[in-house]
């Protein structure tokens, strides 16, 4: 009897031996809850971010950027991150350790137009072109977008379209001068249409008096005139 009592010890110390080696190995699990942490471009947590796991699971971060999802299965999960006015997070991730954090960045729609300033800045066109095209999936109507759409197409010398997308920017903000200047630009310098851009101005000064306007009416004038001359 007390040897058959040994026995039992001794198996039943195996087995909690087995199993705390097993809860001290971060990758020997089934399932376990998951750590993320969700930061923007400038390192600031994001909050009330929609996490969805699977299609299925949804949660929110909280003030702090961080969420957690319970009873995730080991193996390869896809991930989809949400929120108004920022690029969408879509991935796939494989949980292989019950230890492991999802460290992830979001990019806000503000952020993406400093970057197309930024790029146009250093006439990097083609690099300004990805930022506009991942800006226009957020906001494609966002006048400043519009606007630096139409910079960026100015630079490559696409004037004609250039011209277009300034075109309904200036019907819908009129007394907006820097559009204007732009406009007017674009068919000087890019159309060589003086006379256009003359008259652009001119409409833009019947309705609001504007010293920067004024100035760049009679700057073109006075060089029709030399011109002349």
Do not use: W
């Amino acid at each position: 009897m007390k040897t058959r009592f040994l026995f039992i010890l001794i198996i039943l110390t195996s087995l909690l031996s087995c199993k705390t080696a097993g809860d001290l190995n971060p990758s020997d699990f089934r399932e376990a809850p998951i750590l993320g942490m969700i930061y923007g471009f400038d390192n600031l947590p994001i909050d009330d971010a929609e996490v969805v796991l699977d299609d299925s699971v949804s949660v929110r971060t909280d003030i702090h950027g961080r969420f957690i999802i319970d009873e995730v299965a080991r193996g390869e999960h896809h991930l989809v991150v949400t929120k108004e006015e920022y690029e969408t997070i879509d991935i796939t991730f494989v949980f292989s350790s019950r230890n492991q954090v999802l460290y992830l960045n979001m990019i806000s729609f503000d952020s993406l137009l400093e970057e197309i300033e930024s790029a146009l800045l250093e006439e990097e066109t083609e690099e300004a072109g990805l930022y506009l095209e991942r800006a226009a999936k957020i906001n494609e109507k966002d006048p400043r977008l519009l606007y630096l759409k139409g910079v960026s197409m100015a630079r490559q010398k696409r004037y004609e379209e250039a011209v277009e997308v300034i075109s309904e920017l200036k019907e819908k903000y009129r007394t907006a001068s820097h559009i204007i200047l732009f406009l007017a630009e674009i068919y000087d310098k890019g159309l060589g249409n003086r006379e256009i851009a003359k008259l652009v101005l001119e409409e833009f000064l019947a309705l609001l008096e504007n010293e920067e306007v004024r100035n760049a009416l009679m700057t073109l004038s006075e060089t029709e005139e030399r011109m002349k001359e």
